[in-house]
């Protein structure tokens, strides 16, 4: 039985599986470069015997081939297109040619690991923890132990034992020691919870890791504000993969304008729109384009590409016409000889995409040393807080200066008290003031050798 001719039909310009924008005429037989699976699919035609014609119409989306192969304007495809349950009701399905991962374009944001440290440790309901803390046991104290001072004289003094927890001046009994002593833990506690987040962060790679790597956490940084979606031209909709509960909520973030359709569809509008800060675009890419995970998508525009690591990927193949099931028998024969070739074609047009992150295997989960690079927002941190207080001591000690006739020591002045046990010898430096105690300072309720507030 003799083959019939076949009419290709499919896209002009759709690199790199199809590009006929360089070639003479728009046609297989005389284009030395048509596109990856326009190469193939010339080769397997050639190995079957199979005559064909190009239908020299430039479609603009996926599922007019689609339809155009259902109702017979065209008899086969070009490029493969997806296999999809839907399509296999209305085409038949050559075997398949490659694989399609679905992930996302983002702009590659190059941070330490410290500053993420620096603006995400400290996190408010830290902060609100320290502060109820200090509430209850100061009441705790003013109520239990009953010693002198208010209410807020005892959160100060707390603040003052946070700080400085070697100046235990509680009165030695058991109530004052438990408390102050479970005050004392607790700040121990707080310390070795951020010494801990610290190692943590500093002992990851240098480059951020990757925000989001499934549907719903994009979905989730989109619906929190932080992230803004877009949808390109003739591209690929979250909508294509969504669970119901996420295309309720992919709804509703598209009526917030939080996602919006695009009228572009070439890498340089879309590379405009990453620029403008933290955008996210749905995309796929074949399986032997993008090997990684992760990949550098474009070095010079900073833009990655992440794979989704939930979604199966796709089967690509050539559609055709349910009518020519003889001529997809011998199509599939050749194409079994040729697919292990597939990636040799595609090497011609398109390299492979390189990893993203830092050199080395994309298994290596191994921590790395920390190094002076990763303390830099911690230097500037420290040099901006001395800076600080640099700048207050020259105003105090300009104002000491222009008003020295009338200064007298107040409550910001060091007071010592002189225990039983204290040698007097050890205040010998030249120049050194003994101040008289407070009248309102009680020695049965201090221990310690130094008043600091």
Known sequence: MQPRKLRIGGF????????????????????????SDAELLQIVLQLANIDYEMVKQDWTHIDEIVDLLENGTIDISMPAIRMTEDRYQRVLYTTPVNFLKFGYFIKE????????????????????????????????????????????????????LFFNQD?????????????????????????????????????V???ETIPFDT???????????????????????????????????????????????????????????????????????????????????????????????????????????KAFTYELEIINRSLDLLISNYGSILSQYDSTLKPFGHAGSTNDNARITISMIHMQSFFVASAIAVGVSILIFGLENIIYRC??????PRL???????????????????????LPASSTYRRKEFCGEYYTY
């Open 167 to 203: 100046h235990f001046f509680f009165n030695p009994n058991a109530k004052t020691i438990f408390l102050g002593g479970s005050w004392i833990l607790f700040g121990f506690l707080i310390v070795t919870y951020y010494q801990s987040k610290m190692k943590s962060f500093l002992t």
């Open 205 to 207: 790679p240098l480059r």
């Open 109 to 160: 944001v190059d941070k330490l690991e410290s500053e993420d440290f620096l603006m995400h440790t400290f996190r408010p309901e830290i902060y609100l923890l320290i502060i109820a803390s200090l509430l209850v046991m100061a009441l705790c104290i003013r109520l239990i132990c009953r010693p002198g001072g208010s209410f807020l004289t005892w959160c100060w003094r707390l603040l003052i």
């Open 215 to 321: 549907l719903q956490a994009v979905l989730d940084a989109i619906d929190s504000g932080e992230w803004r979606g877009f949808v390109m031209s003739n591209g690929y909709s979250p909508q294509m993969h969504c669970r119901a509960e996420q295309c309720d909520q992919i709804d509703r973030l598209y009526a917030e304008k939080k996602i919006i359709d695009v009228p572009y569809d070439d890498d340089q509008h879309m590379f405009e729109l990453l620029d403008r800060g933290k955008y996210v675009t749905f995309t796929s890419d074949k399986t032997d384009h993008a090997v990684y995970d992760v990949s550098v998508y474009s070095k010079e525009h900073k833009v990655i590409f992440i794979q989704d690591r939930i979604i199966a990927v796709e089967m690509l193949a050539f559609a055709l016409n």
């Open 412 to 434: 910001s002045a060091v007071r010592f008290y002189k225990s039983k046990n204290m040698d007097v010898g050890i205040f010998k430096r030249p120049q050194t003031v003994i």
């Open 12 to 35: 002009k310009h759709y690199p790199p599986q199809v590009d006929f924008s360089q070639c003479p005429t728009w046609s297989l037989k005389g284009c030395k470069r048509p596109g």
């Open 403 to 408: 008003s020295w006739k009338n200064y007298a």
